[in-house]
């Protein structure tokens, strides 16, 4: 799972929106960041 937001990763994990093992970009962020998360994503098994 990638997650992005414009939120801090503080804020999201201390209102239960953080999943162990999601992928967090925090905005604003380049699109080689983006890119490189969403390979990540890609390449990381689902949790069963």
Known sequence: ???TSGY???TLAAN???R???LI???PYRKAELARLVRE???TPAPV
């Open 1 to 3: 799972m990638l997650l």
């Open 8 to 10: 801090a990763l503080e």
């Open 16 to 18: 239960g929106h953080v």
């Open 20 to 22: 162990q093992g999601a």
């Open 25 to 27: 970009l925090e905005k």
């Open 41 to 43: 994503a890609l390449a």
